[in-house]
């Protein structure tokens, strides 16, 4: 006669043994993929975070993958039971991930023990230790939108609190992102006389800039004026259409295509130059982002309209010639995103010999597109000249004229930190601490 433990470990044992055992399986199989992805990312030098990051800490980190869900830009995975951050260039640092770890595992710093980040000194009213210059949201170091808005509000409350003159303006708003547009608010609502300058287009800040669909915002915030805005998980398109109506709705007057060149103490106050005039003003709140100006190219013919510094929609390229200039990522996108295009002929410009810090799979992208000669790669190439309806190109002491519509230049951005430096604010290089 069978024993009833035999039948009661058979009946039950076996199928719970199973279980973990593919249980165990798919978990080795996840946790190897996301090495995979980390040595890749280490390969391709894209191992170093951008900007404020995830720092988590092993003894609290239990493995629970709430991080890794939370994430829409995929940067974190689960390597020997504890998150890590895998895919360091994708992180943009909006904390959801901070936010979603049930054991406090998790820490937002700047910079890594290998490459730190400059960090403007800011008082705790967002005054930095030049008296009348603030410094609010993702230049402070807050990528947080809600956060930056939360600072946007309340640096304007603290510039009302300082003695007025008879400057035109109490304040000159720097940037129209999040904290810049929660600044503008405040500004209006209490009645400061105030202007707001924005190098781009279109409001949005950095939000403008995201390549995915998804931004999170972990909890309501307090606009002035409008109220609460409550938002759980928002599109990208729908969080920059929402800034938009604020602005339409509140009347709040943004001076778009107006860059910021230089501000100038004079006295106690200030005198901010601009792309297009300058402003006598009692205090500057700086709400721009770490992305900086758009590093050009310093070559004749630059000033032409057909010349842009980032791609916005790729079928507006459709059948024309087009030349992307860049060797990162963003500038391999745009090249392949406009290759897509039926009848447009893309041509990318590097000045390197080798695409050395991209992701593996825009590499592999662009190589398939060469082979398909849908896009022609320009190695170790400089332009010389942008003319109305071609571009001159030194390529290994070989003068190239190239058809051309259109140039998108993909070099970066200038950071502010030297003016702020010219200044007199005071920088604190991060290296992996809050």
């Not at 709430?66 to 640092?93: F, T």
């Amino acid at each position: 006669m069978i024993d009833a433990n035999l039948i009661t470990l058979l009946l039950y044992g076996v199928p719970l043994v199973v279980i973990f055992g593919v249980y165990a399986m798919r978990r080795r199989r996840h946790e190897n993929q996301n090495l995979q992805r980390l040595n890749e990312a280490a390969g391709a030098g894209l191992n170093e975070p951008a900007s404020l990051h995830p720092r988590i800490d092993p003894v609290r980190c239990l493995g629970s993958k709430a991080c890794v869900a939370a994430c829409p830009e995929n940067a974190l995975g689960i390597i020997d039971g504890k998150a890590q951050l895998v895919n360091a260039a994708a992180c943009i640092g909006h904390g959801a991930c901070k936010a979603a770890c049930p054991h406090d595992a998790i820490e937002l710093v700047f910079g890594t023990s290998k490459r730190g980040m400059d960090i403007p000194m800011v008082k705790p009213n967002f005054e930095t230790n030049v008296p009348g210059l603030f410094i609010a949201g993702e230049l402070g170091g807050m990528g947080l939108i809600r956060k930056a808005v939360e600072q946007g509000r309340q640096a304007i409350e603290s510039i009302a609190k300082r003695s007025r003159g008879s400057e035109p303006y109490a304040v000159v708003i720097v940037g129209a992102g999040p904290a810049g547009i929660s600044a503008s608010l405040a500004a209006k609502e209490k009645r400061l006389t105030f202007v707001t300058i924005e190098q781009e287009e279109s409001c949005g800040g950095t939000v403008y800039h995201y390549p995915r669909n998804k931004v999170v915002m972990t909890a309501p915030v307090q606009l002035p004026i409008i109220g609460k805005m409550k938002f759980g998980e928002v599109s990208k398109e729908a969080l920059l259409a929402f800034w938009q109506g604020v602005v339409a709705r509140t009347g709040i007057k943004v001076n778009f295509f107006e860059r910021m060149e230089k501000i100038v103490p004079s006295g106690e106050v200030f005198v901010v130059h601009t792309s297009k005039q300058h402003y006598r003003t009692r205090s500057v709140l700086l709400t721009i982002g770490r992305r900086g100006t758009p590093r050009k190219l310093g070559v004749k013919g630059e000033h032409q309209a057909k010349v842009v510094y980032r791609l916005i929609d790729p079928e507006q390229y459709r059948g024309k010639h087009v030349l992307v200039v860049g060797g990162g990522d963003s500038a391999l996108e745009a090249a392949l995103a406009c290759a897509d295009e039926p009848g447009t002929q893309v041509s990318l410009s590097y000045r390197g010999d080798a695409f050395s810090r991209v992701k593996q799979k825009n590499r592999e992208r662009l190589q398939q597109a060469e082979a398909a000669r849908s896009l022609r790669v320009l190695l170790s190439s400089n332009i010389e000249e942008i003319r109305p309806a071609t571009v001159v190109l030194e390529q290994l002491g070989k003068k190239l004229e190239l058809k051309n519509d259109a140039v998108i230049v993909c070099a970066g951005g200038i950071l502010p930190t030297p003016m702020l430096k010219e200044m007199g604010v005071q920088v604190e290089t991060k290296f992996g601490t809050a």
